[in-house]
């Protein structure tokens, strides 16, 4: 979580800067984007993880409970299996990581564009930066994860005109390509919206099967102490905490608003903050739940 | 905890589970996409209540087979959710529209054992009728 804070105020300085003038002004919303680039690609990161470690860890409760169900050949045969299937899910969080991280690359070379002595090779850089991102778009667009396909979770594209600016290589750029990165950030944020679907449930199976063995604690005799108490109010806590797992893909859209409003010379400091509010709302819950499992 | 707790506990876990599921008029046909998500999300919700403390005190109270049956049908529905969560759509839609009626009945009957939990056998073979459907759209183990 402490980059993100590290960020927050990394944003509040370039926002003081901007006030100086306006050239300034806009090579500081760059600055900020990129900035708010960054730490969204950041927690992220953190969320594809954990998304990763709560389907693998929701599997072995599975397994755990179901274990005494099989014999030994029934156990070898499910656990090979659920590898399998458990290797492809990775797989795929690993490529939407991916997509995000060569996202924020082009983020960088926006940022480079948009000060005035930028050499001309930045702006090939961004166009070697996109098509990276967009090779990787239509396995993304076509996988499944949870309960639903990540391109039924796309939003519209939004309309927007590129503002003018002094900086020509920079409106070239953004006239070029700002139509397909917003289709990328739309690509970013239904995969996150599918991810904390399956995130939910993953995280939840875990959770209440921990207060199931709360429960069970509680039903045999022998005497309980403080541990059962705090770890009873842990699982409870951390219950509530995985609903809001929602979060990450609000971040997704709220960047991809940015970046219009960023193209359109609109973006303000709330946008910004809103975009790092959110980032650092899933980090705090992914922070609650590990802290269920490292007590236990 | 006794049968009349647990059900209580089990029904508020489902109906707020009930109120995220996609609405349909009766007897509308629904698209490919919409029965793959609704029947995920059905898994998902009796993923986590086989999981939940409601459905271990109603354990306690059936005899060992039909215990041991109920944890089968838990690691059924785990793989049920991996392999459907990995399908790809577009391959398996034409299958999902051949079993639209049995996936929807499957779909209701979950809903409605889990909701009343009469007993476990009846959720069991709710259970289990939705997976042997869901298994004959894409590949089991």
């Known amino acids: 979580m402490r980059h993100t804070q590290v960020a927050r105020k990394g944003l509040v300085i370039l926002w003081a800067v901007a006030a100086g003038g306006c050239a300034s002004a806009r090579v500081a919303q760059f600055h900020s984007f990129a900035e708010a680039g960054r730490a969204y690609v950041k927690a992220s990161q953190v969320v594809l993880d954990e998304a990763g470690t709560a389907a693998i860890d929701a599997d072995s409760v599975v397994a755990l409970r179901g274990r005494e169900a099989l014999d030994a050949s029934g156990r070898r045969a499910h656990l090979i299996e659920q590898d399998k299937l458990l290797a492809t899910r990775l797989l795929l969080l690993k490529q939407i990581g991916r997509h995000g991280r060569l996202l924020e690359s082009y983020f960088d070379t926006l940022q480079a564009l948009a000060d005035s002595d930028a050499p001309e090779t930045v702006g090939t850089a961004a166009k070697a930066a996109f098509d990276s991102v967009a090779k990787l778009s239509p396995s993304i667009k076509d996988a499944s994860i949870g309960d639903v396909k990540v391109e039924s979770l796309i939003p519209p594209a939004a309309s927007f005109v590129v503002g003018r600016l002094k900086l020509k290589a920079l409106e070239n750029e953004l006239k070029a390509r700002s139509q397909a990165v917003e289709r990328e950030l739309a690509l970013q944020e239904a995969a996150l919206k599918a991810i904390t679907s399956s995130l939910e449930t993953d995280l939840m199976a875990r959770l209440k099967s921990q207060q199931t063995d709360v429960v069970r604690l509680y039903a045999a005799d022998g005497e309980l102490g403080d541990a059962w108490v705090e770890r009873r109010r842990q699982v409870l806590q951390a219950q509530v905490s995985a609903q809001s797992a929602g979060k990450a893909a609000e971040a997704a859209a709220e960047l991809r608003n940015s970046f219009v409003a960023l193209v359109e010379r609109r973006l303000t400091e709330t946008s910004i903050q809103q975009v790092i509010a959110n980032i650092n709302s899933v980090l705090d819950l992914i922070d609650q739940v590990r802290k269920v499992d490292s007590e236990e | ?141």
């Open chain 2, 1 to 141: 905890m006794t049968k009349h707790a647990a059900k209580h506990s089990i029904k508020l876990v489902t109906d707020s589970a009930a109120r995220l599921a996609p609405e349909s008029a009766p007897g509308a046909t629904r698209d490919s996409s919409d029965l793959y998500s609704s029947t995920l999300e059905q898994l998902n919700r009796i993923l986590v209540t086989m999981l939940s403390p409601e459905w271990d005190a109603a354990l306690q109270e059936v005899s060992p087979t039909e215990r041991q049956a109920a944890l089968r049908e838990l690691l059924r529905v785990q793989h049920a959710r991996l392999v459907l969560g990995n399908a790809i759509l577009q391959e398996i839609a034409e299958d999902l529209k051949e079993n639209e009626a049995s996936l929807v009945a499957g779909q209701e009957a979950v809903q409605s054992a889990l909701d009343r939990l009469e007993s476990v056998s009846k959720v069991l073979t709710a259970v289990g009728g939705l997976i042997d459907v869901v298994a004959r759209i894409v590949t089991f183990l």
